[in-house]
């Protein structure tokens, strides 16, 4: 945890809250247990899966988790956006899912996809 705060970055906070205010779920999958990362970066979400977890035993690209996350929010994967840092595994993973997706560090800074992310769920 000592290096979780330079992961930190002020637009992923207000993107939260901004889907937060709006009640439109979040939910989390990554490959390791997300709940301490989150905690120590002041953010939640609804609903939160694990590729370790006993329902899922699938590291991604596997898109398992993907589905079990949507399902346990109760939408359909075409209904979420996923949101990661790596296209062999990440967007890998939501192609296989057929969920929409973007991939931070491909060409585009954080603030500019989180300024189009916050733009979008504004004119909502």
């Given at each position: 945890m000592n290096y979780i705060n330079s992961c930190r970055h002020p637009e992923?906070?207000?993107?939260?809250?901004?889907?937060?205010?709006?009640?439109?779920?979040?939910?989390?999958?990554?490959?390791?247990?997300?709940?301490?990362?989150?905690?120590?970066?002041?953010?939640?979400?609804?609903?939160?899966?694990?590729?370790?977890?006993?329902?899922?035993?699938?590291?991604?690209?596997?898109?398992?988790?993907?589905?079990?996350?949507?399902?346990?929010?109760?939408?359909?994967?075409?209904?979420c956006l996923f949101i990661g840092d790596r296209d062999d595994r990440d967007g890998e993973c939501a192609r296989r899912a057929g969920m929409p997706y973007v991939i931070l560090g491909q060409g585009k800074q954080l603030s500019s996809i989180a300024n189009d992310l916050l733009n979008q769920f504004l004119s909502i």
């Amino acid at each position: 945890m000592n290096y979780i705060n330079s992961c930190r970055h002020p637009e992923v906070l207000q993107l939260f809250e901004c889907v937060t205010n709006r009640g439109i779920a979040t939910g989390i999958f990554s490959d390791y247990p997300p709940q301490a990362k989150l905690a120590h970066l002041g953010l939640s979400s609804d609903c939160m899966v694990s590729a370790i977890d006993r329902n899922v035993r699938r590291l991604k690209p596997d898109p398992t988790g993907l589905f079990i996350t949507a399902e346990k929010l109760g939408v359909n994967v075409e209904q979420c956006l996923f949101i990661g840092d790596r296209d062999d595994r990440d967007g890998e993973c939501a192609r296989r899912a057929g969920m929409p997706y973007v991939i931070l560090g491909q060409g585009k800074q954080l603030s500019s996809i989180a300024n189009d992310l916050l733009n979008q769920f504004l004119s909502i």
